[in-house]
């Protein structure tokens, strides 16, 4: 009887053991699939749209988001010529900009967010006639 004991005992311990290495061994990473697919690419500006029209030339309301948009993990980042942070929001449907060099943060729904491909719409304030704000659809494409 002793025998089967300790034979048990090793088995069990033997488990125990086993599973340990395989949890030890996953992936602990914590982060969204969104998160990953955000922060994981460098992310060029594919169409900057303002009302439909283009908007991401000189002298357009966008022109400063052309070129190349960095969401960094610690939520730093870069989007085109702003240097800021930037935080999910609304359970990962948003993402909130800020930066010193804008007027306010600048809170984008995520239409589509890929490894491959992001594209974001917002309503950003007109402030000559606050009764026609602008509808903003930013598209980016990963390198």
Known sequence: MAFKTTTMKNILISILFIAGIIAFSCDTNEHSVDFDNLTSNI??????????????????????????????????????????????????????????????????LIEELTNSSLKMTTVFPNFVNPEDPTNIRMTFKAQ
């Open 43 to 108: 992310w060029d500006a594919d169409s900057l749209l303002a009302n439909g029209e283009d908007a991401g030339g000189p002298g357009q309301i966008l022109e400063k988001f052309n070129g190349i948009i960095l969401f960094n993990e610690d939520g730093s980042g870069t989007f085109g010529e702003y240097e800021g942070t930037w935080y999910f929001a609304n359970d990962e449907t948003n993402i909130v900009i800020s930066s010193d060099s804008l007027i306010m943060p600048l809170t984008t």
